[in-house]
């Protein structure tokens, strides 16, 4: 069993910086594939980013690219998704996942087995 918890949300201007917090208890990251997601309303969840289990690999979707870096803190046990420049369109529920089957970050929700409860991101415009 892998328990997520997300912190860091909340409301914030264009262009602003936030970072999410995504504490793990019950697996070691080592152990898991690491992501980020998001889903805004009326829209599918999507990928943001992620890591593979080792740490070295890091995946993320275009959008994000120079804007959003995510780090892990094994001593913590925290993952951490350090998002500047912020857009409107980043607007959403954002989620962290773990996957115990796989060992590279991946686009397919399906593909991860534990979720956190989800942290609002507003930015405004």
């Known amino acids: 069993q892998v328990q997520l918890v997300e912190s860091g949300g909340g409301l914030v201007q264009a262009g602003d910086s936030l970072r999410l917090s995504c504490a793990a208890s019950?697996?070691?990251?080592?152990?898991?594939?690491m992501g980020w997601f998001r889903q805004a309303p009326g829209k599918e969840r999507e990928f943001v980013g992620g890591?593979?289990?080792?740490?070295?690999?890091?995946l993320y979707r275009d959008s994000v690219k120079g804007r959003f870096t995510i780090s892990r803190d094994n001593a913590r046990n925290t993952v951490y998704l350090q998002m500047n420049s912020l857009k409107p369109e980043d607007t959403a529920v954002y989620y962290c996942?773990?996957?115990?089957?796989?060992?590279?970050?991946?686009?397919?929700?399906?593909?991860?087995?534990?979720w956190g409860q989800g942290t609002q991101v507003t930015v405004s415009s």
């Open positions: 890591f593979s289990s080792s740490g070295s690999g890091t």
């Open positions: 996942a773990a996957s115990t089957v796989r060992t590279w970050p991946t686009r397919d929700t399906s593909l991860y087995n534990y």
């Open positions: 019950g697996r070691t990251f080592s152990s898991v594939a």
